[in-house]
């Protein structure tokens, strides 16, 4: 739980750290398309190359294209995936500590009910079968933590740090 924690933090300083690295990037393929389209001004259309100085402007602006393309689909969009389960899980470690105060309850009730004198055996049944459901319910949510805590943290390591950087 507690990396479950610094992971939502981490992701969402990345979050804002990718964006700022992308509008960046943005800057300057606008203004490399500004600057290009000055040099095709200014190249005038009698000298020698004109053609293929517009075809390599093409290509440079085609990369600047297809890298904020590449930023935006290996890099922004895994974390805004990656960051849409956070609610989902956050809700279920919420969930996991309103049960373990239920299942320490019907632990205590349990115990206090098996300490007192004069105690049917009915209380003592209806005392442990609260406290089997109250445990069943804490340990069922407990397991779909232990299952998806794992899981979460894999697609950080992987999707989020590792392939992005890889990969540009």
Not at 31 to 55: C, F, H, I, Q
Not at 56 to 68: F, N, P, R, T, V
Not at 150 to 160: A, E, G, K, M
């Amino acid at each position: 739980v507690i990396n479950f924690n610094k992971q939502q933090l981490a992701a969402a300083r990345l979050q804002k750290e990718l964006q700022k690295y992308t509008n960046s990037f943005k800057a300057v393929s606008n203004n490399s398309r500004t600057l290009l389209d000055l040099w095709m001004e200014l190249y005038e259309p009698a000298w020698k190359g004109r053609s293929e100085v517009a075809s390599i402007i093409q290509h440079k602006m085609l990369l600047w294209e297809d890298l904020l393309n590449k930023m935006n689909s290996e890099m922004l969009e895994p974390l805004q995936l990656y960051m849409s389960k956070f609610p989902e899980t956050k809700k279920l470690v919420e969930k996991r500590e309103r049960k373990i105060v239920d299942y320490d309850y019907a632990k205590k009730q349990l115990e206090e009910t098996r300490q007192k004198q004069k105690v049917t055996d009915i209380k003592i049944q209806q005392a442990e079968d609260a406290y089997l459901q109250a445990k069943q319910a804490f340990d069922e949510v407990t397991d779909v933590l232990y299952e998806e805590l794992p899981t979460l943290f894999d697609r950080w390591v992987w999707s989020i740090v590792y392939k992005p950087i890889i990969s540009l």
